[in-house]
């Protein structure tokens, strides 16, 4: 056997060979997903459901100020989450990730649906078009108010509203 490859044994007896390069370079990638984790707050980090050796190393880690101490640290932790299967705990981290941005995608829908209300009055017959479900008097008083108010230099409460009020339909 090569100095570099490491053996490793599959179920049905067939031999793998992997690099010694390839188990560091996964070591790594685990060692920065621990320390994405020990960056997120105590309820996300708990949201996880993690071993307790785990949860204790990563709220070692955010106590630490020392940045030697928290390489080791995150040595340590990427040792502990090696021997656990990380599928689900990679799954929630992008769920945490991409559930931000969708909202913010959401957020923009509607504040485009805002905007078109306000500008074009054809765009509430397509509103109630796309969604019948919505309360055309309100939303029809509500474009009335934003209107008013902004011609009137007032602050925005109405136009603030006709937003809570699509998200609440919409999204």
Do not use: C
């Amino acid at each position: 056997m090569a100095k570099n490859i490491l053996q490793t044994q599959l179920d049905d007896d067939e031999t793998e060979f992997i690099s010694k390069t390839a188990l560091k370079r996964d070591s790594k990638k685990i060692q920065a997903f621990g320390k994405s984790i020990g960056d997120l707050s105590i309820d996300q980090i708990k949201s996880f459901d993690l071993p307790d050796a785990v949860f204790n190393a990563i709220t070692e880690y955010k106590s630490l100020k020392s940045n030697a101490a928290k390489n080791r640290q995150v040595q340590y932790l990427g040792k502990l989450l090696r021997e656990i299967d990380l599928t689900q705990a990679y799954q929630q981290m992008d769920q945490l990730k991409n559930g931000s941005q969708i909202e913010i995608r959401k957020n923009h829908i509607v504040e485009s649906w805002r905007d078109k209300l306000i500008q074009d009055k054809e765009a509430l017959t397509k509103l109630i078009n796309e969604f019948p479900h919505i309360d055309r008097q309100l939303i029809r008083q509500l474009i009335q108010n934003a209107i008013k108010e902004k011609k009137d230099s007032k602050p925005p409460k109405f136009y603030r509203q006709i937003f809570r009020y699509l998200k609440e339909q919409i999204v």
